[in-house]
């Protein structure tokens, strides 16, 4: 019996290892890539969270326009004085009897009529910062994507190099028994040995160093995607040449300033900033409420004389205020909002002008980079033709 447990539990811990190292590698195309950072990345989860965020502070922003319902109880315990009681041929009369408990309900309602525009510019405010950060989230997950997809055909292309790399040196060693074969023939000299040599060991440094490479690419990616940075990822992607052509640079930038979520979030910024001026002058308009109370005491104070028992009266009441001199506090937080406002739409003018910028540079490397493919095309061919001579040499 103890033998049996024993090699159950070895099996147990064989199997967990050779699970654990099934799990250590796993081959992803690049959708599926995105789609695991997407639902993995920590940052973006953030960006999703500022956009609850100021969703329930515009939510708040609303409810003020309702009225607000409030709900008081109170017990009082008063200490025994001798009742109020007036001296008359007839007897005593008690003018106002004393009672020692009080208790006192009351629920109240407050309706806002006029605030001087400051709630509409509050709930403005809240809705263009709302606005705001969909839009910063949407550059978020933007972003991302494209990292992703950075990350994924870096690892693609160290693992093609790591391929090519690891052919030159299948290669070279070839080459090398070729030309050691000719040395002991006395068909080539110790020079030509130690050259195939020399170069061998150069690209044995390159392997080293791609090595390090595809191990960098790799671990990018998975910090991108949410994965354990051990695991091993083998892209699945194939290298497509899709032709793709661009108009000019002036109709890229108009498609740009139309779809790029981070200046349509700094626009609404933009906006959110000018509504804060219109919150700051709303101290100059009087505020202006409706409201009532309704009473259930015991003693009622507004019955008399009073008596020992629960009674309800109610109130409705209009009120005004107006400040009438705060030493020019109010316009001093107009002239700050006016200033942030102007701030505002110079942070959006220069990032229009880095977005031009980056639309610009992105253009300019994207027709590089086709003619850089030209040549490197013909750059194969020529090598491949080297290749086939130099064989045919030895």
């Known amino acids: 019996m103890k033998i049996t447990n024993k090699i159950f539990i070895v099996f147990f811990?064989?199997?967990?290892?050779?699970?654990?190292?099934?799990?250590?590698?796993?081959?992803?195309?690049?959708?599926?890539?995105?789609?695991?950072?997407?639902?993995?990345?920590?940052a973006l989860h953030g960006s999703k969270m500022n956009v609850e965020y100021y969703k329930a502070k515009l939510s708040e922003a609303k409810t003020y326009f309702l009225p607000t319902l409030n709900f008081n109880a109170?017990?009082?315990?008063?200490?025994?004085?001798?009742?109020?009681?007036?001296?008359?041929?007839?007897?005593?009369?008690?003018?106002?009897?004393?009672?020692?408990?009080?208790?006192?309900?009351?629920?109240?309602?407050?309706?806002?009529?006029?605030?001087?525009?400051?709630?509409?510019?509050?709930?403005?405010?809240?809705?263009?910062?709302?606005l705001a950060s969909k839009?910063?989230?949407?550059?978020?997950?933007?972003?991302?994507?494209?990292?992703?997809?950075?990350?994924?055909?870096?690892?693609?292309?160290?693992?093609?190099?790591?391929?090519?790399?690891?052919?030159?040196?299948?290669?070279?060693?070839?080459?090398?028994?070729?030309?050691?074969?000719?040395?002991?023939?006395?068909?080539?000299t110790k020079n030509d040995v130690l050259k195939v040599q020399v170069q061998l060991a150069e690209v044995t440094l390159q392997q080293i160093d791609i090595d390090n490479a595809v191990e960098v690419a790799n671990v990018a990616l998975n910090n991108l995607i949410g994965i354990p940075l051990t695991t091993k990822v083998d892209v699945s992607e194939k290298v497509t040449n899709n032709n793709i052509e661009f108009k000019s640079i002036s109709v890229l930038l108009e498609i740009a300033y139309k779809n790029r979520a981070d200046l349509r979030a700094m626009n609404y910024k933009v906006e959110a900033s000018n509504e804060v001026i219109d919150l700051a002058k709303s101290d100059w308009y009087p505020q202006i409420y409706v409201s009532g109370n309704y009473y259930y005491?015991?003693?009622?104070?507004?019955?008399?004389?009073?008596?020992?028992?629960?009674?309800?009266?109610?109130?409705?009441?209009?009120?005004?205020?107006?400040?009438?001199?705060?030493?020019?506090?109010?316009?001093?937080?107009?002239?700050?909002?006016e200033m942030q406002?102007?701030?505002?739409?110079?942070?959006?003018?220069?990032?229009?002008?880095?977005v031009k910028l980056d639309v610009t540079s992105s253009y300019l490397n994207f027709k590089k980079s086709k003619q850089k493919i030209i040549v490197a095309e013909n750059s194969v061919k020529e090598a491949e033709e080297n290749y086939r001579v130099t064989k045919d040499k030895f």
């Open 74 to 130: 109170s017990y009082t315990r008063l200490s025994e004085i001798d009742p109020f009681e007036i001296n008359t041929p007839f007897g005593k009369f008690n003018i106002s009897p004393t009672y020692f408990n009080q208790y006192n309900f009351k629920v109240s309602l407050q309706q806002p009529l006029f605030t001087g525009f400051k709630l509409t510019s509050s709930k403005n405010i809240a809705e263009y910062n709302s």
């Open 135 to 188: 839009e910063d989230y949407t550059k978020a997950e933007k972003d991302l994507i494209f990292n992703i997809k950075n990350a994924y055909w870096n690892l693609f292309k160290a693992n093609q190099m790591k391929k090519v790399v690891e052919e030159n040196i299948n290669q070279i060693n070839s080459h090398l028994n070729d030309v050691k074969n000719l040395f002991e023939q006395g068909m080539a």
């Open 297 to 337: 005491s015991n003693p009622n104070p507004r019955i008399l004389p009073a008596v020992d028992e629960f009674n309800g009266t109610w109130d409705v009441s209009l009120s005004l205020s107006f400040n009438l001199w705060n030493w020019g506090a109010t316009g001093d937080r107009k002239t700050q909002a």
């Open 341 to 354: 406002f102007k701030q505002a739409q110079d942070y959006y003018s220069t990032l229009k002008d880095a």
């Open 13 to 42: 811990i064989l199997s967990g290892i050779m699970f654990t190292n099934a799990q250590d590698k796993i081959t992803l195309d690049l959708e599926h890539s995105i789609q695991l950072g997407l639902k993995n990345n920590s």
